[in-house]
T-cell receptor, first 114, second 112 residues
Framework: AQSVAQPEDQVNVAEGNPLTVKCTYS??????LFWYVQYPNRGLQFLLK??????LVKGSYGFEAEFNKSQTSFHLKKPSALVSDSALYFC????????????FGGGTRLMVKP | GAGVSQSPSNKVTEKGKDVELRCDPI?????LYWYRQSLGQGLEFLIY????????KSGLPSDRFSAERTGGSVSTLTIQRTQQEDSAVYLC??????????FGPGTRLTVL
């Protein structure tokens, strides 16, 4: 069975500093990998995805993620955090099955302080 | 264009009552998903519709849960004889072939 781990319930970072939100997965084969963000009382918003190709994926709002096959990781990064980046972040995998259902990590709350 | 919409945004019901949650996917999206977001279980897949194919119900937690999708568009998730553990945010998502999933704002269900 596939699983996704986000080892940090919360990440605190000062505005302007770089941020990393960690994600590791356990899925057979070559899954699709995603990051979504959730603001309070809102649905999930797509940030970026890895399908194939370059291991560094760039997405919305200046976020990027690095796929590392040997470490089965897909960490989310941003060079300079904004207070408005404060939200709940979810990593998800799709094992390329017929239904493309997503398996989510438990989420990481990012707090960016001025 | 318009995104995925869900109604109601909030639903409070009494234990034992039936509830219906509605999802309007993005026009032209052939695939539709229901997920549940709860404090104890995180985000979990419930059911998946693709075109006119039989739905994948593998994520439904019990036979009190059912869903249908009429005309390949609007979907309704029905929970019969609600229990307190059904309290959660129910999220709907849709996608077209090759795209990521686009999520609606969710319906917050509270079972008293």
């Amino acid at each position: 069975a596939q699983s996704v781990a986000q080892p940090e319930d919360q990440v605190n970072v000062a505005e302007g500093n770089p941020l990393t939100v960690k994600c590791t997965y356990s899925v057979s084969g070559n899954p699709y990998l995603f990051w979504y963000v959730q603001y309070p009382n809102r649905g999930l918003q797509f940030l970026l995805k890895y399908i194939t190709g370059d291991n560094l994926v760039k997405g919305s709002y200046g976020f990027e993620a690095e796929f590392n096959k040997s470490q089965t990781s897909f960490h989310l990064k941003k060079p300079s955090a904004l207070v408005s980046d404060s939200a709940l972040y979810f990593c998800a995998v799709n094992p390329r099955n017929a239904g493309n259902m997503l398996t989510f990590g438990g989420g990481t709350r990012l707090m960016v302080k001025p | 264009g318009a995104g995925v919409s869900q109604s109601p945004s909030n639903k409070v019901t009494e234990k034992g009552k039936d509830v219906e949650l509605r999802c309007d996917p993005i026009s032209g999206h052939t695939a539709l998903y229901w997920y549940r977001q709860s404090l104890g279980q995180g985000l979990e897949f419930l059911i998946y519709f693709q075109g006119n194919s039989a739905p994948d119900k593998s994520g439904l937690p019990s036979d009190r849960f059912s869903a249908e999708r009429t005309g390949g568009s609007v979907s309704t998730l029905t929970i019969q004889r609600t229990q307190q553990e059904d309290s959660a945010v129910y999220l709907c998502a849709s996608r077209y072939p090759g795209s990521e999933q686009f999520f609606g704002p969710g319906t917050r269900l509270t079972v008293l």
